[in-house]
């Protein structure tokens, strides 16, 4: 089931054809926040290839996303794992060859799961930074020839985990900083070729999978420190992102869009309810939590 619909276009802030004849290419596209993403460029005349492992997910997704707007194509890219450099060539190579070319990337593939440093192996460190920040750097790296013809733009999908201590998310934080200087750097280095590169990172974000873990007391604490006093919405992400690819956000390069209602300055979110009880308590051994 999608999240927008044609309300988007009919009653939203963007004309309907702003991307018409922009093909955007999406790693983690079957994904909660990414999948949305997507659907706000289809609804606004783009088409879209998105990337996944899971085959029945990614299918299933690209299915719904092309039932967005008449005469949408969709092309659905599963089996591709984003640490492998050639796959990904690959499957921009097939996206090319199915929809014609590549103006936007999209790079969302990302691992997280809860773990405090004293039980994360070093192989759990290195897969999360292997999805988040290699996986980004060859999406781009398989899409560069596209984007440098088209002029393209990227957006990485970030977090705000890294700019302050996040108990549990010691790995998601290191990848995402990574991923931020990637963007940056890819600002300046293909910036004279055209190509803009950006950073959205989403706060608090209701009905994903990091809200979802969350107990239901901690998720009431999570508003209470937004200052705007409410989760963020998918949406919210997508307008982001609608932003960054559009005219109007033509000059905007190397930047990071930080779309959480105020709230990493707050600097209390996951992981800060009961800070340290929760965390000694898993560092003595308890298994059986939620933040």
């Known amino acids: 089931m999608t999240t927008l619909d044609q309300s988007y276009v009919t ?16 790693t983690g596209g079957a994904g ?20 996944g492992r899971n085959k029945e997910k990614t299918d299933a ?14 092309l659905s890219l599963p089996n591709v794992d984003v640490r492998d ?41 290195t897969s999360v930074v292997n999805i988040d920040l290699i996986g980004s750097f060859n999406t781009v790296k398989a899409c560069f020839e596209e984007l440098k013809k088209n002029k393209g733009a990227i957006i990485f999908v970030s977090a705000t985990l890294h700019y302050y201590g996040v108990p549990f998310q010691i790995h998601v934080g290191a990848a995402k900083a990574g991923v931020d200087a990637l963007s940056n750097a890819l600002a300046t280095e293909l910036g004279p070729l055209g190509i803009r590169s950006n950073c ?19 998720l009431d604490h999570v508003k ?10 998918k949406q919210d992400i997508a307008d982001a992102t609608v932003y960054l690819f559009s005219p109007a956000g033509g000059f905007v390069n190397g930047e990071v869009l930080v779309v959480d209602g105020g709230s990493w ?23 059986n939590f939620k933040l």
């Open 11 to 26: 009653q939203g802030s963007w004309r309907p054809d702003l991307f018409k004849g922009k093909v955007v290419f999406v």
């Open 32 to 51: 909660s926040i990414c999948k949305v993403q997507t659907e706000a460029l289809i609804l606004l005349g783009a088409n879209a290839a998105i990337v």
């Open 61 to 74: 997704a690209a299915k719904e996303l092309e039932g967005l707007r008449p005469g949408a194509k969709v």
């Open 85 to 125: 450099v050639k796959q990904m060539s690959a499957a921009a190579n097939k996206a090319v060859q199915e929809l014609g070319r590549i103006d936007f990337v999209i790079a969302g593939a990302a691992g997280n799961f809860l773990a405090d440093f004293t039980h994360l192996s070093s192989n759990a460190f």
């Open 200 to 218: 959205i990172a989403p706060g608090p974000i209701a009905d994903t999978e990091g809200m979802k873990r969350l107990a239901p007391g901690a």
């Open 224 to 233: 209470t420190k937004v200052p705007l006093q409410r989760l963020g919405s």
């Open 265 to 287: 300055h707050i600097g209390q979110g996951i992981g800060s309810v009961d800070y340290p009880v929760t965390l000694k308590n898993v560092q003595a051994g308890e298994t």
